[in-house]
């Protein structure tokens, strides 16, 4: 079974906003580093966010790739071991199949400064995303 499961994904409008859950499946997902990621269709799947494992340095910290940056927030405010991506200022070319996923590789609590789809592991399922008028 997938370790994660991703929530929340619906159709919206262009300018519209959506929030997006990435829940563990009882592991303990706080002390990783997790990934948010997005694939359209015929397209390859692309690193759009990571948050820091809960404790790792002096605090959480994100980082995000530039076609999210300051529209997309990830966070840990939820439950442990849930995850939310806030995404606003949607765009039709955010339509896909979004994912979460864990560092694959230690120091386990860091992001990858690429945000690469091989630097993480245990994925969900996904949930789709569609932006239209």
């Known amino acids: 079974q997938s370790q994660f499961a991703e929530f929340g994904g619906r159709l919206t409008h262009p300018g519209g906003s959506l929030r997006l859950s990435c829940n563990s499946a009882?592991?303990?997902?706080?002390?990783?580093?997790v990934g948010w990621f997005r694939q359209a269709p015929g397209k390859e799947r692309e690193g759009i966010a990571c948050?820091?494992?809960?404790?790792?340095?002096?605090?959480?910290?994100?980082i995000y790739a530039r076609s999210v940056r300051g529209r997309f927030t990830a966070s840990r405010s939820g439950a442990e071991d849930t995850i939310a991506l806030q995404m606003r200022s949607l765009k039709p070319e955010d339509t896909g199949t979004y994912y979460c996923?864990?560092?694959?590789?230690?120091?386990?609590?860091?992001?990858?400064?690429?945000?690469?789809?091989?630097?993480?592991?245990?994925w969900g399922q996904g949930t789709q995303v569609t932006v239209s008028s």
């Open positions: 996923a864990i560092v694959r590789d230690a120091p386990w609590g860091r992001c990858p400064d690429s945000i690469s789809p091989g630097d993480f592991r245990a």
């Open positions: 009882g592991f303990p997902s706080n002390i990783y580093a």
């Open positions: 948050i820091t494992g809960a404790g790792y340095g002096d605090g959480t910290s994100t």
